[in-house]
Nanobody, 126 residues
Framework: QVQLVESGGGLVQAGGSLRLSCAAS????????MGWFRQAPGKEREVVTT???????????DYADSVKGRFTISRDNAKNMLYLQMNSLRPEDTAVYYC????????????????WGQGTQVTVSS
């Protein structure tokens, strides 16, 4: 059974940093795309960043315009972990952040089924 468990959320002041972690179990995800998504109150869930597998030891990361230059996605395949380093946080980054993993190998496909974690709250105060 696949499980994704996020951690690392919390309350931080604007300009601060947080690092989110996602522990994956039940499958090795080294050749599967993974990503971070977020949902703010009253808004739809949106993509923050995804990291896709392109081939042998080759990955491609994509970022939403709103987080480019501030957030960095990374993965440790040996530990089956996904990370999101968030710097220069803004109040508008406040949301529940979700980890997701594709059910098929390769690039992230927004129309395909995925596994989801339960989410971790990030609150940025002004």
């Amino acid at each position: 059974q696949v499980q994704l468990v996020e951690s690392g959320g919390g309350l931080v002041q604007a300009g601060g940093s947080l690092r989110l972690s996602c522990a994956a179990s039940g499958r090795t995800f080294s050749t599967f795309a993974m990503g971070w998504f977020r949902q703010a109150p009253g808004k739809e869930r949106e993509v923050v960043t995804t990291i896709s597998w392109l081939g042998v030891n080759t990955y491609y990361a994509d970022y939403a315009d709103s987080v480019k230059g501030r957030f960095t996605i990374s993965r440790d395949n040996a530990k089956n972990m996904l990370y999101l380093q968030m710097n220069s946080l803004r109040p508008e980054d406040t949301a529940v952040y979700y980890c997701a993993a594709a059910q098929k190998e390769g690039r992230w496909d927004p129309l395909a089924e995925a596994y989801w974690g339960q989410g971790t709250q990030v609150t940025v105060s002004s």
